[in-house]
T-cell receptor, first 115, second 112 residues
Framework: DAGITQSPRHKVTETGTPVTLRCHQT?????MYWYRQDPGHGLRLIHY???????DKGEVSDGYSVSRSKTEDFLLTLESATSSQTSVYFC??????????????FGAGSRLTVL | GENVEQHPSTLSVQEGDSAVIKCTYS??????FPWYKQELGKRPQLIID?????GEKKDQRIAVTLNKTAKHFSLHITETQPEDSAVYFC???????????FGTGTRLTIIP
């Protein structure tokens, strides 16, 4: 599982509160990603990072921010959580070792419920 | 940007029968097409992939076919078993691109 750890694994919070999800990797991968998974929508990219302090938006970035101050950590922050952000969040790394192909390896996921 | 459509959204198959999941993509520059399997409560994991320089790839009971002209690719599972029950995602990208675009997923249920 490429040494990817997500925390917390489960969180229940109230509308309007800030939430930070953490993704930690131990194998020095350059590219890290945050996806959300919702029924009927599949896996949608929120933000990704291509190095320390280098991040870019995905297709559903509104309401989310990210930070990457160290290679091993990629944080996803919901500044003011809304019920529409109730979802399962997956962190992933891009592993180029698979014959040079761009293979995503996912963390175990973080289930967030916003009441 | 790339857009990937996946069908069907749900599929039920008798154990031992075959299952086929189809995806279409929009960007003719895409040349790498992976498939991910997500078992209940688990993370998605790569099960097979295909590059645009080949039309078919097999790995035991699973195979993927690609039609570049029509911009569609399919996952075929033969002799289905209960452990094949899962959600399957197709994806498309160009080789070396740092972003993948996923389909919306197919929930496959194998009926004993």
């Amino acid at each position: 599982d490429a040494g990817i750890t997500q925390s917390p694994r489960h969180k229940v919070t109230e509308t309007g509160t800030p939430v930070t999800l953490r993704c930690h990797q131990t194998e020095n991968h350059r590219y890290m990603y945050w996806y959300r998974q919702d029924p009927g929508h599949g896996l949608r990219l929120i933000h990704y990072s291509y190095g320390v302090k280098d991040t870019d938006k995905g297709e559903v970035s509104d309401g989310y921010s990210v930070s990457r101050s160290k290679t091993e950590d990629f944080l996803l922050t919901l500044e003011s959580a809304t019920s529409s952000q109730t979802s399962v969040y997956f962190c992933a790394i891009m592993d180029w070792a698979h014959s040079g192909a761009n293979v995503l390896t996912f963390g175990a996921g973080s289930r967030l419920t916003v009441l | 940007g790339e857009n990937v459509e996946q069908h069907p959204s749900t599929l039920s198959v008798q154990e031992g029968d075959s299952a086929v999941i189809k995806c279409t993509y929009s960007d003719s520059a895409s040349n790498y097409f992976p498939w991910y399997k997500q078992e209940l409560g688990k993370r998605p994991q790569l099960i097979i992939d295909i590059r645009s320089n080949v039309g078919e790839k097999k790995d035991q009971r699973i195979a993927v076919t690609l039609n570049k002209t029509a911009k569609h690719f399919s996952l075929h599972i033969t002799e289905t078993q209960p452990e094949d029950s899962a959600v399957y995602f197709c994806a498309a990208t160009s080789f070396g691109n740092e972003k993948l675009t996923f389909g919306t997923g197919t929930r496959l249920t194998i009926i004993p």
